[in-house]
T-cell receptor
């Protein structure tokens, strides 16, 4: 397995534009997480899915952020409209296993810069 | 809500010395505690984990201890080497399967 795959790796966009980040989890994993990493806040959990269903989106900062998981192999995180304070590295992670108490595997991340 | 606190935020040690990073968690239902290492510009990767039915776990130069009563767990790195320099994150998860991370510790090993 190629691991968790995120795209794009880097995104530079202008304030007000829509940004879509993409994630392909490891095949067979039933949990998918979206994190945002900044120097000030560390790794913040934005939202997570179980079997494609959003379980907890309490970390989503504003209505400008939305996430979907239309099937087991694909998820998107969308920011519309984007703002400079959204600049961060966004990580997707997935995990699986019968007990759920297992390692989460991270993608390479998407470095977002909003100018 | 769930919270994980991590200390210190930065740590410098001489090569060969030991390093200790501590975390506390708030959710008493937490039962899985992984530690991740993140090198500059890379993704976080698991280095060791512990489940709530175990008090200590070792893997070569790294070890993790868990005190469920006090709700804290620690990462111990012995005989530190320059390649141990990175940011380390603790995390806690429970029946909700929600991974909550600490704020990270930047470890610098001085040669």
């Amino acid at each position: 397995d190629a691991g968790v795959i995120q795209s794009p790796r880097h995104e530079v966009t202008e304030m007000g534009q829509e940004v879509t980040l993409r994630c392909k989890p490891i095949s067979g994993h039933d949990y998918l997480f979206w994190y945002r990493q900044t120097m000030m806040r560390g790794l913040e959990l934005l939202i997570y899915f179980n079997n494609n269903v959003p379980i907890d989106d309490s970390g989503m900062p504003e209505d400008r952020f939305s996430a979907k998981m239309p099937n087991a192999s694909f998820s998107t995180l969308k920011i519309q409209p984007s703002e400079p304070r959204d600049s961060a590295v966004y990580f997707c992670a997935s995990r699986g296993g019968p007990s759920g108490l297992t390692e989460a595997f991270f993608g390479q991340g998407t470095r977002l810069t909003v100018v | 809500g769930e919270n994980v606190e991590q200390h210190p935020s930065t740590l410098s040690v001489q090569e060969g010395d030991s390093a200790v990073i501590k975390c506390t968690y708030s959710d008493s239902a937490s039962n899985y505690f992984p530690w991740y290492k993140q090198e500059l510009g890379k993704r976080p990767q698991l280095i060791i984990d512990i489940r709530s039915n175990v008090g200590e776990k070792k893997d070569q130069r790294i070890a993790v201890t868990l005190n469920k009563t006090a709700k804290h767990f620690s990462l111990h790195i012995t005989e530190t080497q320059p390649e141990d320099s990175a940011v380390y994150f603790c995390a806690a998860t429970s029946g909700t399967y929600k991974y909550i991370f600490g704020t990270g510790t930047r470890l610098k090993v001085l040669a």
